[in-house]
């Protein structure tokens, strides 16, 4: 490219890659948008929530019961929000060329990462209702279990930062995927937010 | 022109077959583009002829009912998911970095992903014939219906969501190549009118398609895992897939006909000599369009009771606004133009006209009342095909007519081209017109069979000897396509005496496109160059 005659990227503001990447995102916003619009008309249809007049005597003899436990969310919440924060020191460094800060602070938020998922699915074990038990049991696991996907996704998305940190990739000038794996993992972080306060707040 | 020596890169040593698989040049993603989407065009199309064949004649039992609605469910998934909208991705991966300038696509192997998840894709929504029969749900797959078919719906769905996020990524790309990377002195309105329409379609596509994504993936928890989204015994609602399958499925109408508008745009000023008539009204016609199209989707479930009808039919009206705007500049730009009738402008004239049909009964139906009695009759399959093939399937002629010289850098037959556009535009409206009158009439869309009573026979075996007339037209095509292979590359680099930048290079272009570009002071800097014009 470089001895072509076509100017090929523009210099100023985002590059290439950071505008496709925040497309890229913009498109999931929408996926998300589809499961929440799916939520809250079930909302909106239902009489009571949570539905326990839809349970069948048989679901609610093998003790089915529509309730989520808030405390241990409630917990792995905070734990999602600091990384976010953390994720944000891990940019803050290498942007000062600080690779040791990098390299420490992504390793915090990939084990903040994983907690939030071991308590999730240690969540998931505790419930009293599955996928299949009415509308409630459906989006519940629907949208979480795809938050979750997302969470691994972005756990790995840091792993390979860390990897290529570790590698001694990425300075104070070039360091565009640790900012676009922040964008990421802050994407995560506030579709959480947003799910926690539908799931768990909103009564 | 001096020509520059550039050296070979190592990968212009593979051999000729890997060079075609590892390729990201997109002028190449480009071509295989259109040899995937052509060849499912040629399977949507047996597909029809069989459904024709089944509804020659009453009572006809040429297949069963089960195979009937896995052959019409299908020839939309297949014309829809694996021809329209791709077909607009290869033409738009071939052209779009020509007209404004680039070198290539802004992201060259996500580009060759976008393309190589459509083969796997297409095969795994057919493999479903192998495994005890394909998706039968129809293209919309509704509720109820959807949530009992067979496993053939599940690799439908699967294939659906992998072919979303060939679009996606995809729209991506082309939405960052335009905004990034324009040649000194084109701006944004001084892009071409296909590259205008490329963009408002991957908007589209990167807001409508994902949700199209988490449709599909909550009917595939409710078939799989026992989930309720759409079944109302556990809460959920059937309606709830209808909203969200038409908030992406009625913008994906303008993600298939707005490039097609774009092809007609760049062909009408061509062959009438005149520069296009409005520019800039028509760019933001298309925004209006792509707009305005996120706020109809409803206009598909009137009869469902449960959507607020008259916002709708408003809105439906208003989208009609943007469309009109686009005949007048259409029709100005043939105004007083010296026009000449070479093959893509027979298809491009063939849209205007046939569009301008599936636009005004498309409009009939916008009205609550009319929807109401037309509903899922066959007067909305003659809309559909009137604006699906009477006009994005002309467009697709028009363009491959009109861009063969530069992709291939070979001549088409004119006479050839004629007999095709003139058999294709025969038995188009023979096929289709019969649909509005039988829908009129009452026969439902879908039904696998009717009586002699109905009175249906005369008009569907008109419509039937018409689909088959369209068959016939593929041949002259086929014919002129083969013969083209076997004649030399002679092509001049401008061959129409056209208006845009990739006619400004070699026929076909070099890997790297161009070796020079000519000052860019309007969205037709050729047209510019010939009449000594250096400033707007």
Redesign the interface.
């Known amino acids: 490219?470089a001895?072509?005659?076509?100017?090929?990227?523009?210099k100023q503001g985002l590059s290439?890659?950071m505008?496709?990447f925040i497309?890229?995102l913009?498109?999931?916003v929408?996926?998300?948008?589809?499961?929440f619009?799916?939520y809250f008309?079930?909302r909106a249809?239902?009489r009571e929530w949570p539905?326990e007049y839809?349970l069948t005597p048989e679901q609610v003899a093998s003790g089915v019961k529509l309730e989520v436990e808030f405390w241990l969310p409630f917990i792995a919440t905070i734990l999602l929000v600091l990384s976010s924060v953390t994720i944000q020191f891990a940019v803050f460094s290498i942007q000062r060329g600080n690779r040791s800060g990098l390299i420490r602070w992504t390793f915090v938020s990939i084990v903040l990462g994983l907690v939030f998922l071991v308590m999730q699915v240690y969540d998931y074990s505790q419930l009293h209702f599955?996928?299949?038990d009415?509308?409630?049991?459906?989006?519940f696991y629907?949208m979480t279990g795809?938050h979750g996907l997302h969470v691994a996704g972005g756990v790995i998305f840091m792993g390979i930062i860390l990897a290529r940190s570790l590698a001694g990739q990425f300075t104070a000038a070039n360091h565009e995927a640790v900012e676009a794996c922040s964008f990421y993992w802050h994407f995560v972080d506030v579709v959480w937010i947003a799910l926690f306060t539908t799931l768990y707040i909103i009564p | 022109m001096t020509s520059i020596a550039i050296p070979r890169p190592a990968y212009a040593e593979r051999p000729w077959i890997l060079d075609w698989l590892m390729t990201v040049d997109h002028k190449k993603l480009g071509i295989l583009y259109l040899y995937t989407t052509m060849f499912f065009f040629a399977v949507g199309g047996i597909l029809a002829l069989l459904v024709r064949t089944q509804l020659a004649v009453a009572d006809n039992t040429f297949v069963n009912n089960d195979a009937y609605n896995q052959i019409f469910t299908m020839h939309a998934s297949a014309m829809l998911f694996l021809f329209i909208i791709p077909v607009w991705a290869g033409f738009g991966n071939y052209i779009v970095p020509l007209q404004i300038g680039a070198a290539d696509m802004a992201f060259p192997r996500i580009n060759a992903l976008s393309f190589w998840l459509i083969p796997p894709a297409g095969l795994l929504m057919f493999s479903g014939f192998l495994f005890g029969g394909a998706a039968d749900a129809g293209w919309t797959a509704y509720s109820p219906l959807a949530r009992g078919s067979g496993v053939g719906l599940d690799l439908w769905i699967i294939s659906v969501i992998i072919l979303g996020v060939s679009s996606t990524i995809g729209a991506a790309n082309f939405m960052v190549t335009m905004f990034r990377m324009r040649a000194p002195g084109m701006t944004m309105f001084r892009m071409p009118i296909f590259c205008w329409t490329m963009l408002v379609t991957a908007v589209l596509q990167l807001l409508a398609t994902p949700v199209l994504a988490s449709a599909l993936a909550m009917l595939y928890i409710d078939r799989n895992f026992g989930g309720s989204f759409f079944d109302p015994n556990g809460g959920g609602n059937a309606i709830l897939w209808q909203n969200i399958f038409w908030f992406y499925s009625h913008p994906a109408v303008y993600i298939m006909i707005l490039p097609g508008m774009g092809i007609i745009s760049e062909v009408l000023p061509v062959f009438a000599r005149k520069p296009l008539f409005g520019y800039k009204a028509f760019v933001f016609a298309t925004m209006g369009i792509g707009g305005l199209g996120f706020s109809v989707w409803a206009h598909h479930m009137f009869t469902t009771g449960a959507v607020l009808k008259p916002w709708f039919g408003f809105m439906t009206f208003m989208i009609g606004v943007p469309t009109g705007v686009k005949m007048f500049n259409w029709l100005g730009t043939l105004w007083r133009g010296s026009i000449t009738f070479e093959a893509p402008m027979l298809f491009a004239l063939g849209f205007l006209s046939m569009f301008l049909i599936g636009g005004i009964n498309g409009t009939f139906s916008a009205a609550v009342p009319v929807d109401f009695a037309i509903h899922d009759t066959y007067f909305v399959v003659a809309h559909i095909h009137y604006v699906l093939f009477g006009g994005a399937v002309f467009a697709v002629f028009a363009g491959l007519y009109y861009w063969f010289p530069k992709i291939w850098g070979r001549r088409l037959d004119e006479r050839l081209a004629r007999i095709h556009f003139a058999l294709q535009f025969i038995g188009f409206n023979l096929a289709f017109f019969p649909m509005h009158l039988l829908g009129l009439d009452g026969m439902p869309r879908r039904i696998a069979t009717y009586s002699e009573s109905s009175g249906w026979e005369t008009l569907n075996l008109i419509s039937t000897i018409g689909a088959f007339l369209i068959g016939v037209a593929m041949i002259p095509f086929i014919i002129n396509v083969v013969m083209a292979f076997l004649r030399p590359k002679d092509q001049p680099n401008d061959p129409w005496e056209a208006n845009t930048l990739e006619w400004w290079t070699t026929s076909p272009p070099p890997v790297h496109n161009f070796d020079s570009l000519p000052e860019v002071h309007s969205e037709r800097p050729l047209w510019d160059l010939r009449h000594g014009k250096t400033a707007h």
């Open positions: 490219m001895s072509h005659a076509v100017a090929t990227q523009h290439n890659g505008l496709g497309l890229f913009a498109s999931e929408m996926f998300f948008g589809g499961l619009a799916a008309i079930a249809d239902a539905p839809l599955g996928v299949g009415t509308i409630y049991g459906t989006t629907t795809f």
